[in-house]
């Protein structure tokens, strides 16, 4: 037997030159199972990392909140009302962005290594074939050339802005319905037409407006030189719709804690209510309008009957969806009760967007329905429970949306200033503003009983803040350099309106004369009466119908069950 190694007779040497091969596979095999679980070990690194990130950035939003709730305290323990909460809570969030923009930077990683390769068409997703294991990488966003050389705190500031689709389908359902929910009712129907009539009429007056009056300022951008992206007619408007959306929950808490007059106090809240559905609406319509042939985006009359049809159409499906959702009654279980109440509440919000509707719109009338029929079918102790937390939410979502914009004027990486639409955007808004306000009231004065006098007319044209729905509407979509600039300005209007009108609002209610002190707040006094009511409907049958009566005399909407009584 020949020796291991050894050559053969007749084997014409071939014994070591098949071993080589066999060795070279194995160590390649050997080589590649070592990648493989170096890679398994960077890709846990990495994934630990991520996940403290992201841990920081929600404790970073939760301080902020709890420090905006801990001044709140002192606020309202010393009767500071010059900042509202809201406002605050964009200072803090100001504040946090400027360290986190500026003050807070990520050493580079020596293991991340960028490869750079042109491309003529911009990929949402990226199959990459490294030494034969092929890995997707996704579409992040645009970045300058002047940001290559921070990718690590690019990615730090890109995990603290949020998806847009938060805002829409977890943060607004809230805020939205809760402003349904504790709808006064007497006097939200009282002032129904004025209402409607500034909702419907003064939005779409004051989107015209705006848009046209900003279509103006692109013009003369584009002739001194400072316009560079494509801005057309159909974007001023969108943005008319997007701005025109009114959010005066600062001078509202200042109403609600200075008890002024009620009908006042339900024109702003009544019109804010219903401003927001139909500035979303009327945005997608805008949208939506798309001339036939080429994209030139010039004025097409079928085009425009088409949004219009889209409108009309998408409100009223909205609307309908809302009121059928808002029926619900199990009141054997009072914490299965409120569980349904509440997904029953939300899921309309979700159920509209799927269907192609607008959510906003669905879970208002949703709330305004549960208000009116829900909420006195539910027992008295869900009916405690639902009211409470819908109120927290409204609460918490408002006030982590202001802390958010705060956040994203220095967090977020494609903002696009430009001084001559900033000015002409908020002398628009102000035109428009008052375009809206001033001919709708003088032709309303012709059919009330109560006009809306003078003061009433400036403290409504002063209280035209701009807040949460604005906003989320300007950050759904900043894929182009129009929206861009929209948001980037949207962002300062927001700030100067909350800060400069709410904070004045008090001042401005004492220059205007305009009486306090003079809400009762009737309804929590007519249920206590009807708390009183199914005492004495076994007691004293004939007292309780003539309470009734007397109730319903005065114009008070008795609930379902007790006009049963």
């Keep these: 037997m020949a020796p291991c190694g050894a050559v053969t007779p007749g084997s014409g040497g071939r014994g070591p030159w098949?071993?080589?091969?066999?060795?070279?596979?194995?160590?390649?095999?050997?080589?590649?199972?070592e990648d493989s679980a170096m890679e398994e070990i960077v890709t846990e690194k990495q994934v630990e990392a991520i996940h403290r990130l992201d841990s920081t950035n929600l404790l970073i939003f939760?301080?902020?909140?709890?420090?905006?709730?801990?001044?709140?305290?002192?606020?309202?323990?010393?009767?500071?009302?010059?900042?509202?909460?809201?406002?605050?809570?964009?200072?803090?969030?100001?504040?946090?962005?400027?360290?986190?923009?500026?003050?807070?930077?990520?050493?580079?990683?020596?293991?991340?290594?960028?490869?750079?390769?042109?491309?003529?068409?911009?990929p949402a997703t990226l199959l990459v074939n490294v030494s034969g294991t092929f890995y997707e990488y996704t579409l992040k966003g645009e970045i300058s050339e002047q940001e290559l050389n921070n990718l690590q705190d690019n990615e730090m500031l890109r995990k603290i802005t949020f998806d847009p689709e938060v805002f829409f389908n977890i943060l607004l359902p809230p805020i939205i319905f809760?402003?349904?929910?504790?709808?006064?009712?007497?006097?939200?129907?009282?002032?129904?037409?004025?209402?409607?009539?500034?909702?419907?009429?003064?939005?779409?007056?004051?989107?015209?407006?705006?848009?046209?009056?900003?279509?103006?300022?692109?013009?003369?951008?584009?002739?001194?030189?400072?316009?560079?992206?494509?801005?057309?007619?159909?974007?001023?408007?969108?943005?008319?719709?997007?701005?025109?959306?009114?959010?005066?929950?600062?001078?509202?808490?200042?109403?609600?804690?200075?008890?002024?007059?009620?009908?006042?106090?339900?024109?702003?809240?009544?019109?804010?209510?219903?401003?927001?559905?139909?500035?979303?609406?009327?945005?997608?319509?805008?949208?939506?309008?798309?001339?036939?042939?080429?994209?030139?985006?010039?004025?097409?009359?079928?085009?425009?009957?088409?949004?219009?049809?889209?409108?009309l159409g998408v409100f009223s499906g909205s609307f309908a969806m809302g009121a059928a959702t808002g029926f619900t009654k199990l009141r054997e279980f009072q914490l299965l009760e409120t569980g349904l109440f509440f997904l029953m509440s939300w899921s309309t919000f979700l159920l509209a967007e799927a269907c192609?509707?607008?959510?906003?719109?669905?879970?208002?009338?949703?709330?305004?329905?549960?208000?009116?029929?829900?909420y006195n079918n539910l027992s008295a102790e869900s009916q405690i429970r639902t009211k409470q937390l819908?109120?927290?939410?409204?609460?918490?979502?408002?006030?982590?949306?202001?802390?958010?914009?705060?956040?994203?004027?220095?967090?977020?990486?494609?903002?696009?200033?430009?001084?001559?639409?900033?000015?002409?955007?908020?002398l628009a808004v102000f035109l428009g503003r008052a375009a809206n306000i001033y001919p709708l009231s003088f032709l309303l004065n012709f059919g009330r009983r109560n006009k809306i006098s003078y003061n009433f007319q400036h403290m409504m044209m002063f209280a035209g803040l701009r807040g949460a729905m604005a906003f989320a509407l300007a950050i759904r979509d900043t894929a182009t350099y129009a929206r861009q600039m929209m948001f980037s300005t949207t962002l300062l209007i927001v700030f100067f309106t909350v800060w400069v009108f709410g904070g004045g609002t008090t001042a401005m209610l004492s220059c205007l004369h305009i009486r306090v002190g003079v809400d009762a707040d009737p309804d929590q006094v007519v249920n206590i009466i009807f708390i009183l009511l199914m005492v004495l409907r076994y007691k004293s049958p004939n007292l309780s119908d003539i309470i009734l009566l007397v109730i319903h005399l005065c114009g008070q909407t008795i609930p379902f069950p007790f006009c049963l009584i």
């Excluded at 819908?390 to 494609?414: D, H, V």
Aim: some cysteine; hydrophobic content about 50%; charged content about 10%.
């Design 18 to 33: 098949l071993a080589v091969p066999l060795l070279l596979t194995i160590t390649t095999g050997l080589c590649r199972a």
């Design 62 to 122: 939760i301080l902020l909140l709890t420090l905006t709730i801990l001044t709140i305290w002192l606020f309202k323990h010393r009767r500071f009302r010059f900042l509202h909460e809201t406002g605050l809570a964009m200072i803090y969030g100001v504040i946090v962005g400027v360290i986190l923009r500026y003050g807070v930077h990520i050493p580079i990683d020596a293991n991340n290594v960028t490869v750079g390769c042109e491309q003529q068409v911009t």
């Design 178 to 311: 809760y402003a349904g929910y504790s709808l006064k009712r007497r006097h939200f129907f009282r002032n129904l037409g004025s209402i409607l009539a500034y909702a419907f009429l003064g939005t779409v007056i004051s989107c015209f407006v705006i848009g046209s009056l900003m279509y103006g300022f692109v013009k003369l951008m584009k002739v001194i030189g400072t316009l560079h992206g494509d801005f057309f007619f159909t974007d001023c408007l969108f943005y008319g719709a997007i701005i025109s959306a009114t959010d005066p929950v600062t001078v509202l808490a200042i109403f609600h804690e200075l008890q002024v007059d009620v009908d006042l106090y339900a024109l702003l809240f009544g019109e804010s209510v219903l401003n927001d559905a139909v500035a979303i609406v009327l945005s997608s319509s805008i949208v939506a309008y798309q001339p036939a042939g080429d994209n030139s985006h010039k004025f097409d009359t079928a085009a425009m009957f088409k949004s219009v049809g889209m409108f």
């Design 356 to 374: 192609g509707y607008t959510g906003v719109v669905a879970v208002l009338f949703c709330g305004i329905t549960q208000a009116h029929y829900t």
């Design 390 to 426: 819908f109120e927290l939410l409204n609460f918490l979502a408002e006030n982590f949306i202001f802390s958010y914009m705060g956040l994203a004027l220095f967090t977020f990486q494609n903002h696009v200033f430009n001084i001559t639409f900033i000015v002409g955007a908020f």
